[in-house]
């Protein structure tokens, strides 16, 4: 199996950036505008041509957030993990986005979107608001 690993310092309290990776309304102001919840949590991209679903299946306050992808053609049983640790005020977020089958060029291309997606989350949680990646219609900005 393969995994996409990142880490970066963000300049807020680990308890400013949980709110953002750990619910849909934070998930929904630096990833995807495009968000419905009803139980499972779902990120249109695309005008909804393509639909993650995701299920939050571990949440340890404010250290980490586990998401289960439960669908999409490639990230069906893949797993998106943050983990926070407080770094003398600041947070240090380790992301893993695990369990790929293999080593796609869809993987490669998401290894990218993942890293401009963590600058977002960062200039989100240090107040700087870029809002989400991908707009209303699910189309990258």
Same mark, same amino acid.
């Given at each position: 199996? $393969?995994? &996409?690993? =990142?880490? &970066?310092? &963000?300049?807020?309290? !680990?308890?400013? #950036?949980?709110p953002? &990776?750990?619910?849909?309304r ?9 968000m419905?919840? $009803?139980?499972? #949590? ?6 909804? $041509?393509?639909?993650?679903? =995701?299920? *939050?299946?571990?949440?340890?306050? !404010?250290?980490?957030? %586990?998401?289960? /992808? ?10 998106? #993990?943050? %983990? =926070? ?6 947070? =240090? *977020? ?13 993987? #490669?291309? /998401? ?9 977002? *989350? ?7 608001? !870029?809002? !989400? ?9």
């Amino acid at each position: 199996m $393969a995994d &996409i690993k =990142l880490a &970066i310092v &963000i300049d807020a309290a !680990p308890e400013k #950036v949980y709110p953002l &990776i750990a619910t849909a309304r934070g998930l929904s102001q630096w990833w995807a505008a495009d968000m419905t919840e $009803a139980g499972d #949590v779902e990120l249109g991209f695309f005008r909804r $041509a393509t639909v993650y679903r =995701l299920q *939050l299946v571990r949440a340890v306050e !404010p250290r980490e957030a %586990e998401w289960q /992808c439960v669908s999409g053609q490639e990230w069906n049983g893949t797993r998106l #993990v943050f %983990e =926070l640790k407080d770094d003398k005020g600041k947070a =240090l *977020l380790r992301f893993r986005h695990a369990d790929w089958k293999s080593e796609t060029d869809y993987f #490669v291309m /998401c290894t990218a979107t993942w890293g401009e997606l963590m600058y977002r *989350l960062k200039a989100t949680a240090e107040g700087k608001s !870029p809002g !989400p990646l991908f707009s209303a219609d699910g189309l990258a900005y």
